[in-house]
Nanobody, 123 residues
Framework: QVRLLESGGGSVQAGGSLRLSCKASRTIGDYCMGWFRQAPGKEREGVSTIDRFDRRTYADPVKGRFTTSIDNAENTLYLQMNALKPEDTAMYYC??????????????????WGQGTQVTVSS
């Protein structure tokens, strides 16, 4: 098990940027890490994943605007979000699963979740 703590959320205007951080309680080099978000009244959805081989995936709505990275020395996952849009407003969560990357639709297979950090984008 790994504990995850997100930070870096806030309120920005459309077109702005934020960088989210997810600090893990232990080394995450052998984990698949993911970012998810949940807007009010909507289901949680996958945003991005990065596996232990540094392969990354992005959901279509964020491609070209969001970048996921890992600092293994700091046990920290990042999500750099640029050109933010009002529709990016959501609670953002990081998740971790040992060794393999579950489907972003299979939320129950992700073994570890953080508490979330709120991102609000105003027009």
């Amino acid at each position: 098990q790994v504990r995850l703590l997100e930070s870096g959320g806030g309120s920005v205007q459309a077109g702005g940027s934020l960088r989210l951080s997810c600090k893990a309680s232990r080394t995450i080099g052998d984990y698949c890490m993911g970012w998810f978000r949940q807007a009010p009244g909507k289901e949680r959805e996958g945003v991005s994943t990065i596996d232990r081989f540094d392969r990354r995936t992005y959901a279509d709505p964020v491609k070209g605007r969001f970048t996921t990275s890992i600092d293994n020395a700091e046990n920290t996952l990042y999500l750099q979000m640029n050109a933010l849009k009002p529709e990016d407003t959501a609670m953002y969560y990081c998740a971790a699963n040992f060794a393999r990357c579950p489907s972003s639709d299979d939320l129950e297979s992700w073994g570890n979740w953080g508490q979330g950090t709120q991102v609000t984008v105003s027009s």
